[in-house]
């Protein structure tokens, strides 16, 4: 049973001493229209995060804010996913299906997105890089919006509103750290400013820059991971790096074991198995967060041109810095590759002590195995810079509204690793002696500086945009006016992300390819129709049409009605179709180069047992879009003005689902598609080739509900609850190609897929005092691969107190994970779900706020 509706509504029964008040609750429903409409609650289910709101979460990030949401669900990562592609980086994944599902807009209009790709193929915005200072408010949009949008609306639109108009200024700072000894602190600083208000002085400039600053977290700082020894947990084994098979015969003995590298038990690691081997703890090697630096400016000017018409320019830009531990020192084998930009393949180099090298007391070759320690972990450093330009005209005209824009944003990467391998110094060494392979102590400077190599990786996305929409409405109805809106649309986007030039001349070991080069024109006119029909009955008809450069033509319509069945009830509908563009990594020049774990029954030595190869994966011009349709239901309850009862219920149902053969289907098929498959001359799978494809569906379906409840006495204040809580119905796809739909709610079959997810909160205001308490909740879900064993349901309560010591100054004390909450173990992640909590424990920060 889920209990946080229970202790929700419990909560908002227990205050019967309370006097409902008689203001009236603010409910904006701007987003997913272009028409304007004066019903507080529209026909699709839009949360409004408001700047009050956005102060006592004790959020520091839009990324902090957004990710909290029930809606957010599976398939959502931020910069904990530190072996990432798109590192430091954060997007959102309304509904589990994916950040490329859900569109995130600023004042309404598309930005640029991240320079390179989530998981080889997700184009998404980085919400790292978008002003919090800026924010007056975050509107989520939970249904399918393609209708008004276009592509990536899928599962839902956010657009983060800032301020257009503010007079004065206000600075606040905020200092941090967690109280469980991990040594990770963080501080920021935010100042904004404007003067001038449109309508009065004919012109308004608003300004804003923040900063933050955030140390590094490893998971050797966090003392339950420290030494990586998960025995006593749920299927948990020594999570300790192997990197020597050799010992395996229980009579064997090793000897001469030298640095972080130990004998221990076979068993240990991987249980079933006998002897001993050569292993390290990988906790010093692994960041779990990774240290930030970031800075935010935005800015905005609006004159009036005349009494009807108004000129305005937005600017975004940020610049943003992630450090992190990329991983332990490189492991050289038999299995070592290079890449050959020749063939677009990999080349196996031999690892081999020739006889004569020191560490080669025999008279044959050597084979060997040797993780380079001295030379150091590699390091990776991602700085992106990010910025939007906008400028536009908008206005009144023989009664229609209009606004005419045109844009600019790119988001620019410069990705740097330290401590690769120089493949060409590497031979060298194997071949002259000159480095110690067995006593890495004697090896001087020098010889480690010959053979460490760093790479540098450019990536820019950049977007182009011309849009014109009108609205008006026409005439007058016998229930109300008939609102027309209409406009059009055109964009650019490109995408350029380079790899190394180490990489691609064969230089670095073992290297990771990410090559994206494409780019693509896009047009749209779109159309929208609001008609009252009766009273307390209006039905809103809407119709966008796209064309792409790449792979034609998309037209998604949408239907959506709300009745008013009384002043206390409404009831509300739609009913869409949408589609999500083949995204330029899916379907225009790219190449990939990732690692992935395979069973191969055909595997001459380890025939039972998973081991890692190389995959290649390669874009498909031929793609189509992914269609999706879309089902709205739902109905809100407001039995007095000052409490609102919220249920909705969602369906998605997706075709020609974009994705890549599964590496168990291709060595399955291999008698038929033997091209898929590379081995070596021992038989064993050295890469796997895969190319982009439309092929699955995916269904999925849940119910929101939404409380608020407000109370007002004169004596004890104001006191205010909230509740959003999300319950996945169903999550399906198939486990398979060609296998039907399993229904994956409540596992991480497809992703992390938890079926309950909510956030509480009380907040009380009583003079110059304010508190607020939130209940953060992910429920349980199970393993898929043992489905009788799960990851524990986690609850963290987070509190912010307020004292407004004068009008102009106000101090906040701030809490996060009061109870200190262990993030539960996931044996899956070797430690803890990334996509679904947080490692640090208690975190408790100051915040000063002055406004002049």
Do not use: C
């Not at 929700?8 to 904006?28: D, G, K, N, Q, Y």
């Not at 991990?182 to 501080?187: L, P, S």
């Not at 400016?297 to 943003?320: F, G, I, M, Q, W």
């Not at 030379?375 to 005419?404: E, I, M, N, S």
Request: hydrophobic share 35%; glycine share 8%; aromatic share 10%.
């Amino acid at each position: 049973m889920f209990k946080p509706l229970a202790i929700s509504l419990a909560i908002a029964a227990a205050f019967p001493a309370f006097a409902h008040a008689e203001e009236e609750m603010v409910r904006v429903n701007v987003t997913g229209s272009n028409i304007r409409v004066s019903e507080k609650e529209g026909a699709s289910a839009v949360q409004v995060i408001t700047a009050k709101e956005l102060k006592a979460s004790g959020k520091t990030s839009v990324s902090d804010v957004l990710r909290a949401i029930s809606a957010n669900s599976g398939n959502s990562y931020n910069e904990q996913y530190t072996g990432s592609f798109s590192a430091g980086t954060s997007g959102l994944s309304l509904r589990g299906i994916g950040q490329k599902n859900t569109l995130i807009l600023v004042n309404g209009k598309r930005v640029a997105s991240y320079a390179t790709a989530q998981n080889l193929q997700e184009t998404f915005v980085d919400l790292n890089s978008l002003p919090m200072a800026a924010v007056q408010r975050i509107e989520v949009l939970k249904d399918g919006a393609s209708s008004v949008y276009g592509s990536d609306a899928v599962a839902g639109v956010v657009n983060i509103i800032l301020y257009k108009e503010f007079t004065g200024t206000d600075i606040t700072a905020q200092w941090g750290g967690s109280t469980e000894g991990t040594g990770q602190h963080e501080k920021s600083a935010a100042l904004q400013t404007g003067f001038g208000k449109l309508e009065e002085d004919g012109y308004s400039l608003v300004f804003s820059i923040d900063a933050q600053q955030r140390d590094k977290l490893q998971q050797s700082d966090v003392a339950w991971m420290r030494d990586a020894d998960f025995r006593q947990q749920q299927r948990g084994s020594l999570g300790w790096a192997i990197t020597n098979y050799a010992g395996t015969d229980p009579t064997r003995t090793l000897g001469g074991v030298r640095g972080p590298l130990q004998l221990v038990n076979y068993g240990d690691i991987t249980p079933g198995k006998t002897g001993q081997v050569l292993a390290y703890n990988p906790s010093p090697y692994k960041t779990l967060i990774p240290g930030i630096q970031r800075v935010h400016t935005a800015a905005r000017a609006t004159v009036k041109l005349n009494a009807d018409t108004e000129a305005y320019v937005d600017l975004l830009h940020s610049y943003s810095r992630a450090d992190q531990t990329f991983s332990a020192p490189l492991t050289v084998n038999n299995a070592t590759r290079v890449w050959n930009n020749a063939t677009q393949a990999l080349d196996t180099i031999p690892v081999v002590l020739p006889v004569g090298h020191p560490n080669n007391p025999g008279a044959t070759p050597l084979p060997f195995t040797a993780t380079l320690f001295d030379l150091g972990p590699r390091l990776k450093q991602d700085k992106v810079t990010f910025y939007r330009a906008l400028a536009g005209v908008k206005g009144t005209l023989a009664g229609w509204d209009w606004d005419a824009a045109v844009g600019h944003s790119s988001s620019k990467l410069e990705e740097t690793v330290q401590n690769f391998v120089n493949r060409y110094e590497f031979q060298k060494v194997l071949a002259d002696g000159s480095y110690n392979f067995f006593d890495q102590s004697q090896n001087s400077e020098a010889v480690r500086n010959r053979l460490r190599l760093s790479t540098l990786r450019p990536a820019e996305s950049t977007l182009d945009t011309v849009d014109f929409s009108a609205a008006k409405d026409l005439w007058q109805l016998p229930a109300g006016p008939l609102g027309f809106a209409a406009g059009a649309q055109w964009r650019r986007e490109k995408m350029d992300s380079q790899t190394s030039t180490a990489v691609l001349s064969g230089t670095e070991l073992r290297p990771a390819i990410n090559i994206i080069n494409g780019s693509r024109n896009v047009s749209a006119l779109f159309a929208e129709f609001n008609v009252p029909v009766v009273k307390d009955v209006s039905v809103n008809l809407a119709g966008r049409a796209d064309h792409y450069s790449d792979f034609g033509n998309a037209f998604s319509p949408k239907a959506s009605a709300r009745y008013q069945a009384a002043p206390w009830l409404l009831l509300r509908g739609t009913v869409s179709r949408g589609f999500r563009a083949p995204s330029l990594p899916e379907i225009t020049q790219s190449t990939a180069v990732s690692y992935v774990s395979v069973l191969d029954p055909r595997d001459p030595i380890t025939p039972t047992q998973t081991r890692g190869v190389t995959a290649i994966t390669i874009a498909n011009t031929a793609l189509r879009p992914e269609r999706s349709n879309n089902l709205n239901l739902g109905v809100v309850v407001s039995p007095t003005s000052s409490s609102s009862i919220g249920l909705d219920y969602y369906r998605i149902k997706q075709d020609g689902v974009i994705g890549t053969e599964s590496a168990t289907t291709t060595i399955a098929n291999e008698a038929t598609a033997p091209q898929k498959i590379t081995r070596d001359a021992d038989g064993r799978i050295t890469t796997l080739y895969r190319q982009y494809r439309n092929q699955g569906q995916r269904e999925v379906s849940g119910i929101d509900l939404d409380l608020r409840q407000r109370f007002v006495d004169k004596d004890w204040g104001k006191l205010t609850l909230a509740g959003q809580l999300s319950r996945v119905l169903r999550f399906a796809e198939p486990l398979s190609d060609g296998a039907p739909l399993t229904d994956g709610a409540g596992t991480n079959y497809f992703g992390s897929i938890p079926k309950w997810r909510g956030v509480t909160s009380a907040t009380w205001e009583q003079g110059k005092w304010s508190s607020t308490l939130t209940w953060n909740y992910v429920g349980s879900y199970a393993q898929n691969t043992h489905l009788d064993e799960s990851v524990a349901a986690f609850s963290t309560f987070d509190v912010t107190t307020s004292w407004q010591v004068t009008p102009a100054a106000n101090v906040t004390f701030i809490v996060q994970n009061l109870a200190n909450k262990r993030a539960p173990w996931d044996y899956s992640a070797s430690g803890f779900d990334y996509t679904q909590a947080d490692p640090r424990g208690r975190f408790a920060s100051l915040k000063l706020n002055y406004k002049f």
